[in-house]
C-alpha cells in the first residue's frame, strides 16, 4: 500500500482491497466504454497496454516493461490468469490513489503469488494518472495489488535504500480513461470491516485484459 507523509514522517494509510463478488459486476448507466475494434486502435502501439473495465466506465493502460520488467509480467501474469475480473478498487483516498486487485466485493482476500523485487528505482514517477504496485511496509512485497495515482505524489517516489524510503514502483500510465480515475477518486468513502476508505457505493472491476 502507499503511504502518505505527514510532517515528515510516514503514515500508513491501510490498503483496502475490493474485489468484484462471484456474481457478474454490472456496469453503470452512463459507463463510457472504449472501442474494442483493432481498426480504431493504434497499430504502432510497441508497448503491452491493458484495459480495465470498471463499472463507471474503462481505463486504457500502457505498460513500460523496458523500465519495470519485473513488475509488468507480475502484472500480465495476474491479467491473464483472469485474478482480476470481479475485484474491486477496495480503497479511494481523494487527490491521493484509487487502488485494487487483491480482494473481492466480500472483502475476501484472493489467492497471490510470491512478492516481486521493488522497481522504484526505474526512474518513473508517481504522477497522475500512473500505474504503481501497492506494497505493505517491506520494500520488497508487492503481491497482486495495484493503485493508480489520481494525483502527482512524490512521496511515493524513491529516496532511499530503506523500506520506508524506498518508493513505489510506477510500470505504467494511463492513456486514456482518466476521467473514470477521477469519477473514481471522487467516490464517497466510509471505514467498513477494517478498510479505511472503502467506497460506500461499489466500485467493480468487471475485468482487466490485454488490449491488442
Do not use: C
Not at 11 to 31: D, F, M
Not at 114 to 137: D, K, V
Amino acid at each position: 500500500m502507499p503511504f502518505r507523509a505527514n510532517s515528515g514522517m510516514p503514515v500508513q494509510v491501510r490498503a483496502v482491497l475490493h474485489n468484484a463478488a462471484a456474481n457478474a459486476a454490472q456496469s453503470l448507466p452512463g459507463a463510457r466504454r472504449l472501442n474494442r475494434s483493432p481498426q480504431t486502435r493504434d497499430t504502432r502501439m510497441e508497448n503491452p497496454h491493458v484495459l480495465i473495465e470498471t463499472s463507471l466506465g474503462d481505463i486504457l493502460a500502457e505498460l513500460y516493461p523496458d523500465k519495470a520488467p519485473a513488475s509488468v509480467a507480475n502484472f500480465l501474469q495476474y491479467v491473464d490468469d483472469g485474478h482480476y475480473d470481479n475485484t474491486i478498487f477496495h480503497r479511494v483516498v481523494r487527490n491521493f490513489v484509487i487502488q485494487g486487485g487483491g480482494y473481492t466485493s466480500l472483502l475476501e482476500k484472493k489467492p497471490r503469488r510470491e512478492p516481486i523485487p521493488n522497481e522504484a528505482t526505474n526512474g518513473l514517477q508517481n504522477t497522475a494518472g500512473t500505474l504503481a504496485m501497492a506494497r505493505a511496509f517491506d520494500k520488497d512485497s508487492a503481491t497482486d495489488e495495484f493503485f493508480i495515482n489520481a494525483a502527482d505524489n512524490p512521496d511515493l517516489d524513491h529516496a532511499g535504500d530503506a523500506d520506508d524510503e524506498y518508493g513505489y514502483a510506477v510500470f505504467g500510465q494511463v492513456v486514456d480513461g482518466m476521467d473514470v480515475v477521477k469519477k473514481i477518486n471522487w467516490k464517497v468513502v466510509k471505514p467498513r470491516d477494517g478498510f479505511d476508505d472503502l467506497p460506500v457505493d461499489t466500485v467493480d472491476i468487471i475485468s482487466v485484459s490485454r488490449y491488442e
